[in-house]
């Protein structure tokens, strides 16, 4: 009894805070991209850089600025950032009106990487709303954190780099952003051998988790950034260019990085339905326990004699108790009867 009264109060009404409303929060992402104001150079991966130093398929490199490398462009969810480009020039020679019109490869196609996206910064600008609670914040307006590759919970606050920090946007390179997910960008494509995720692309899920139920006042209320690689996938994406006439075109084919953003979490507010509602359950769970055990007791247990002797009490035998009833009021008419005939002999 006394194991179930402290499960209800320190586990069901405490710790799992069974007077909370939980909602899952949902919400707004903006991001924007900004290259470095100094590209790196001597970088591995370019072969007009330091040829044959790469264990992967080299290419020469070319530098991009943040319009360029951004594509496809304005998704409030999701964000992709180039890292390799194959050029395609195509011309028709033809009128669309003719289902035998198709476009014809004019030139050797140029494939290319795009130089040193790891020093890219990323804006990450969001807001939670909690609809039932009515709750509202933007990221700039709580305490955030990211979570590293070792499971922590950390923040950063590094010059122009800041995450999690009051009254500061969220500023991080893909870099750093890919390494707290433990993904390297010249490590081997899941899809083949000889390319690198650099080569391939990949599809990457950044979760911002919201929550208020980590501490006892519902005013606090902290972000989580963590980031979970797509197993076994890669991201290309093509972009049509027309040049002078539909009649002429480029094709970029873009291999990149996906950014994926999901909102969740747990946004609680006090209800006092969910309360008795909580209060309810567990007692009832109290009275199916106090059934089991009195069953046991009297039923199972070597000494159920004994329980059973203690816990009811023996009384007479209900036709026995019927029958003493009835000649108790027997006696009480007759002498009822006596009282009235003496009364009668007086009159």
């Given at each position: 009894m006394i194991v179930i009264i402290g499960y209800i109060i320190a586990y069901q009404l405490i710790y799992k805070k069974g007077y909370l409303e939980i909602e899952v929060?949902?919400?707004?992402?903006?991001?924007?991209?900004?290259?470095?104001?100094?590209?790196?150079?001597?970088?591995?991966?370019c072969n007009n850089q330091n040829p044959g130093l790469y264990p992967y398929t080299e290419l020469n490199c070319t530098y991009w600025d943040d319009p360029l490398v951004v594509f496809p462009i304005a998704q409030e969810t999701a964000f992709t950032a180039s890292t390799r480009v194959k050029v395609i020039n195509q011309t028709s020679n033809c009128f669309f009106d003719s289902p035998n019109c198709t476009f014809q490869d004019i030139s050797p196609e140029t494939n290319m990487y795009l130089?040193?996206?790891?020093?890219?910064?990323?804006?990450?600008?969001h807001t939670m709303y909690a609809p039932i609670s009515g709750i509202q914040y933007n990221a700039e307006e709580l305490e955030g954190y990211i979570q590293n590759q070792y499971g922590e919970d950390i923040q950063i606050n590094q010059g122009i780099t800041t995450v999690g920090i009051k009254g500061k946007p969220d500023i991080i390179t893909l870099g750093q952003l890919l390494e707290f997910?433990?993904?390297?960008?010249?490590?081997?494509?899941?899809?083949?051998?000889?390319?690198?995720?650099?080569?391939?692309?990949?599809?990457?899920?950044?979760?911002?988790?919201?929550?208020n139920t980590y501490t006892y006042s519902t005013n606090n209320i902290k972000y989580v950034y963590s980031v979970k690689k797509v197993s076994d996938t890669v991201y290309d994406v093509p972009e049509p260019v027309i040049l002078s006439s539909l009649q002429s075109r480029l094709i970029f084919k873009r291999h990149g990085i996906r950014l994926i953003f999901i909102q969740t979490g747990s946004i609680g507010s006090f209800r006092l339905e969910v309360l008795v509602l909580t209060l309810a359950s567990s007692l009832g769970l109290l009275a199916v326990s106090t059934i089991i055990v009195d069953q046991m007791a009297i039923r199972i247990?070597?000494?159920?004699?004994?329980?059973?002797?203690?816990?009811?009490?023996?009384?007479?035998?209900?036709?026995?108790?019927?029958?003493?009833?009835g000649s108790k009021e027997k006696e009480n008419d007759h002498v009822d009867d006596e009282k009235l005939f003496s009364q009668i002999d007086k009159l």
């Amino acid at each position: 009894m006394i194991v179930i009264i402290g499960y209800i109060i320190a586990y069901q009404l405490i710790y799992k805070k069974g007077y909370l409303e939980i909602e899952v929060p949902t919400g707004s992402i903006r991001t924007s991209l900004l290259a470095p104001s100094v590209f790196a150079t001597n970088l591995t991966y370019c072969n007009n850089q330091n040829p044959g130093l790469y264990p992967y398929t080299e290419l020469n490199c070319t530098y991009w600025d943040d319009p360029l490398v951004v594509f496809p462009i304005a998704q409030e969810t999701a964000f992709t950032a180039s890292t390799r480009v194959k050029v395609i020039n195509q011309t028709s020679n033809c009128f669309f009106d003719s289902p035998n019109c198709t476009f014809q490869d004019i030139s050797p196609e140029t494939n290319m990487y795009l130089a040193d996206v790891e020093n890219f910064t990323i804006l990450i600008d969001h807001t939670m709303y909690a609809p039932i609670s009515g709750i509202q914040y933007n990221a700039e307006e709580l305490e955030g954190y990211i979570q590293n590759q070792y499971g922590e919970d950390i923040q950063i606050n590094q010059g122009i780099t800041t995450v999690g920090i009051k009254g500061k946007p969220d500023i991080i390179t893909l870099g750093q952003l890919l390494e707290f997910g433990g993904i390297d960008l010249d490590s081997q494509s899941p899809l083949n051998e000889t390319h690198s995720i650099r080569y391939d692309g990949c599809v990457v899920f950044v979760f911002i988790t919201y929550s208020n139920t980590y501490t006892y006042s519902t005013n606090n209320i902290k972000y989580v950034y963590s980031v979970k690689k797509v197993s076994d996938t890669v991201y290309d994406v093509p972009e049509p260019v027309i040049l002078s006439s539909l009649q002429s075109r480029l094709i970029f084919k873009r291999h990149g990085i996906r950014l994926i953003f999901i909102q969740t979490g747990s946004i609680g507010s006090f209800r006092l339905e969910v309360l008795v509602l909580t209060l309810a359950s567990s007692l009832g769970l109290l009275a199916v326990s106090t059934i089991i055990v009195d069953q046991m007791a009297i039923r199972i247990l070597p000494q159920r004699k004994s329980y059973s002797s203690l816990k009811f009490q023996v009384t007479e035998k209900f036709e026995d108790a019927i029958t003493i009833i009835g000649s108790k009021e027997k006696e009480n008419d007759h002498v009822d009867d006596e009282k009235l005939f003496s009364q009668i002999d007086k009159l």
